[in-house]
């Protein structure tokens, strides 16, 4: 029987709905009273409808990566039980590695984690073990691709500021050439100037928008794959580090 999730392995993709779920009632809302569509329309470089590809594509990858997150803490949990239960030692067993070599600790990062230390174990023939290097290595498997993030963030803005400079000059390029005598070219030329202008408002509005969402969205992964982190360095320096140097003071 597949055993239940604990709140708190479920917790990092639960803020991520209730987040994603209060900015699609917001962009709801906004498409109900045509902000939306006129801001499509008015933006003849199609600079905004980028922006929200691109918005859309940065947050089903963050979605992956809560998910992800959301699997090695479960695990994590899962290892943690499994030690607090009692075990003697950790025996490696074939790929895996498991407590008295009958009770398998979960897949994962952890898991691969506790079976290198082991390994390393069994290698240096009693000496002190020595992670830090592990550790580092697994900081960088936890964080994974989390740092696209960041780049999505900042894309997204210049993007928007990209926008706003394409804007300003359909805005002023029409004044080149203006001639004051005609009425007709004068009314034309404030055309073009409104939708320069638009176009330069818009875009920004939308870039800016779109990089504090993915920032916020990625704010929270970072912040749950840390909380990860430290309980996995707590669970192995209490438990695994402590019965693989209790083994390797027995070994003769």
């Given at each position: 029987?597949?055993?239940?999730?604990?709140?708190?392995?479920?917790?990092?993709?639960?803020?991520?709905?209730?987040?994603?779920?209060?900015?699609?009632?917001?962009?709801?809302?906004?498409?109900?009273?045509?902000?939306?569509?006129?801001?499509?329309?008015?933006?003849?470089?199609?600079?905004?409808?980028?922006?929200?590809?691109?918005?859309?594509?940065?947050?089903?990858?963050?979605?992956?990566?809560?998910?992800?997150?959301?699997?090695?803490?479960?695990?994590?949990?899962?290892?943690?039980?499994?030690?607090?239960?009692?075990?003697?030692?950790?025996?490696?067993?074939?790929?895996?590695?498991?407590?008295?070599?009958?009770?398998?600790?979960?897949?994962?990062?952890?898991?691969?984690?506790?079976?290198?230390?082991?390994?390393?174990?069994?290698?240096?023939?009693?000496?002190?073990?020595?992670?830090?290097?592990?550790?580092?290595?697994?900081?960088?498997?936890?964080?994974?691709?989390?740092?696209?993030?960041?780049?999505?963030?900042?894309?997204?803005?210049k993007l928007g500021l990209i926008?706003?400079?394409?804007?300003?000059?359909?805005?002023?390029?029409?004044?080149?050439?203006?001639?004051?005598?005609?009425?007709?070219?004068?009314?034309?030329?404030?055309?073009?100037?409104?939708?320069?202008?638009?176009?330069?408002?818009?875009?920004?509005?939308?870039?800016?928008?779109?990089?504090?969402?993915?920032?916020?969205?990625?704010?929270?992964?970072?912040?749950?794959?840390?909380?990860?982190?430290?309980?996995?360095?707590?669970?192995?320096?209490?438990?695994?580090?402590?019965?693989?140097?209790?083994?390797?003071?027995?070994?003769?």
């Open positions: 029987m597949p055993r239940r999730l604990d709140p708190a392995d479920r917790a990092p993709l639960l803020h991520w709905m209730i987040f994603t779920g209060l900015t699609l009632f917001a962009a709801v809302l906004l498409w109900h009273y045509g902000l939306v569509r006129q801001m499509l329309v008015a933006d003849r470089t199609y600079i905004s409808a980028v922006i929200v590809l691109l918005y859309i594509g940065a947050s089903l990858h963050c979605l992956w990566r809560t998910i992800v997150v959301s699997r090695e803490a479960q695990a994590a949990r899962r290892a943690a039980e499994l030690f607090a239960e009692g075990g003697q030692s950790v025996v490696v067993v074939g790929d895996n590695v498991a407590i008295d070599g009958v009770r398998p600790l979960p897949k994962g990062l952890v898991a691969s984690h506790i079976r290198d230390l082991a390994t390393k174990s069994t290698l240096q023939n009693g000496r002190r073990i020595d992670q830090t290097l592990l550790l580092r290595r697994l900081a960088g498997n936890l964080r994974g691709s989390n740092g696209f993030g960041g780049f999505a963030g900042d894309t997204l803005m926008g706003t400079i394409v804007g300003f000059i359909m805005m002023l390029a029409p004044i080149a050439g203006l001639d004051t005598g005609n009425q007709g070219a004068i009314k034309a030329s404030m055309n073009l100037m409104s939708e320069g202008m638009a176009v330069a408002m818009y875009t920004t509005l939308a870039g800016l928008i779109g990089s504090i969402l993915v920032r916020i969205q990625y704010y929270m992964l970072e912040d749950a794959t840390s909380q990860l982190f430290a309980f996995a360095v707590g669970l192995i320096d209490v438990h695994a580090i402590s019965l693989l140097e209790r083994d390797a003071e027995r070994a003769p």
